[in-house]
């Protein structure tokens, strides 16, 4: 039993480093998932790994019309920056951030119900649980932190509330 919860307590940190998909729905809804396999398979090609760039460049075909203006661009169609990073990058920094710290908390949430009957688990268990449990308050406040920080910044360079979406 011991060997298994240290077992347990090795990997539990592992899940931090998990990867993180987004896609957006018929109804334009953003969804996350933590593995490719949990997308809906019609979302699979578009759904996007977090915490990538979006290199594909932008094509403007010469001697078109004027292209339409771009929500984010400014009058020669480049696009607005707030501290090298665009809109793009700014939404994603946030619903990164955002996730990171609900997941955070969900999994502190989980740790604290096992707690709720400890009337048949052994105390290396209930030890176990209870170092897991300040391991993820540190995870929560670290996460909060990470936040606030992104906030503060997007304040700093006038970034739009509409981009901390």
Do not use: C, H
């Amino acid at each position: 039993m011991k060997k298994l919860l240290v077992l347990l307590l090795l990997l539990y940190p592992l899940t931090a480093a998990a990867e993180t998909y987004q896609w957006t729905d018929e109804r334009g809804t953003v969804n996350f998932a933590d593995d490719l396999g949990q997308v809906p398979k019609k979302y699979r090609k578009k759904a996007r790994r977090l915490g990538q760039e979006d290199t594909s460049p932008k094509v403007i075909e010469s001697g078109a019309a004027e292209p339409a203006k771009v929500k984010g661009e400014d009058a020669q169609g480049a696009k607005k920056l707030y501290g090298g990073k665009d809109e793009t990058v700014w939404r994603r920094e946030f619903l990164q951030a955002e996730f990171n710290l609900k997941n955070a908390q969900t999994d502190l949430a989980t740790l604290k119900g096992r707690l709720a009957d400890t009337s048949r688990m052994p105390r290396s268990e209930y030890l176990a649980i209870q170092n897991s449990i300040k391991y993820a308050e540190d995870r929560v406040q670290a996460q909060q932190q990470k936040l606030d920080q992104l906030r503060e910044s997007a304040d700093r360079l006038g970034v739009p509330p509409e981009y901390r979406k």
